[in-house]
């Protein structure tokens, strides 16, 4: 299968910080790249998606930027709140192919 | 809410035994995928149903099938079944090309 890695784990931001979470992806043939939110309990959460002809996408709050030449992803996070606390997946779809989803990044905001 | 809906929300059964997972897409997408996930994994693709058709398979076991219906609804049957297929199973669906919306899961236990 394919690789979707992210750099850290787990991330502790303090209440009202930025949050940044990163992820590398493998395949240089992805076209389309997704962020996903996962609580506890819950299922996946579409947060903000990019196509590879873009390299910035804003959303409320949220920013993906995408970096093609490294192969790297990462979802800015404003003014981070208690409940953006959760799990962060990136996924990545080759053309025409399935999704590949990473392992997860726990995000932590601390009040 | 996603307006994927998937039932039921727990299951224990013993090893050895067979269930089935209901999904009922988001109204109007025709693509439904499964995924399972294990503590501490990541989303693995099971397999891609459109319009009642199997597009794709993923790391699915010959003991699990699935199969889409004319109404869009899709079941995953498990059986014989292991201890080690205790995880979390997640439907999702699609407008062609676009984001995957999840359900909020089965959470399958086997004893």
């Not at chain 1, 996924?91 to 905001?109: D, H, K």
């Not at chain 2, 224990?12 to 997408?29: E, F, K, M, N, Y």
Request: charged content about 15%; glycine content about 8%.
């Amino acid at each position: 299968g394919e690789s979707v890695g992210l750099h850290l784990p787990t991330l502790s931001v303090q209440e009202g910080d930025n949050s940044i979470i990163n992820c590398a992806y493998s395949n240089s043939a992805s076209d389309y790249f997704i962020w996903y939110k996962q609580e506890s309990g819950k299922g996946p959460q579409f947060i903000i998606d990019i196509r590879s002809n873009m390299d910035k996408r804003q959303g409320q709050r949220v920013t993906v930027l995408l970096n093609k030449t490294v192969k790297h992803l990462s979802l800015q996070i404003a003014a981070t709140q208690p409940g953006d606390s959760a799990v962060y997946f990136c996924a990545e779809r080759p053309r025409g192919n399935q999704f590949y989803f990473g392992t997860g990044t726990s995000l932590t905001v601390i009040p | 809410d996603s307006g994927v809906t998937q039932t039921p929300k727990h299951l224990i059964t013993a090893t050895g035994q067979r269930v089935t997972l209901r999904c009922s897409p988001r109204s109007g997408d025709l693509s439904v995928y499964w995924y399972q996930q294990s503590l501490d994994q990541g989303l693995q693709f099971l397999i891609h149903y459109y319009n009642g058709e199997e597009r794709a398979k993923g790391n699915i076991l010959e003991r699990f099938s699935a199969q889409q219906f004319p109404d869009l609804h899709s079941e995953l049957n498990l059986s014989s079944l292991e201890l080690g297929d205790s995880a979390l199973y997640f439907c999702a669906s699609s407008v062609e090309n676009q984001a995957l919306h999840f359900g909020n899961g089965t959470r399958l236990t086997v004893t």
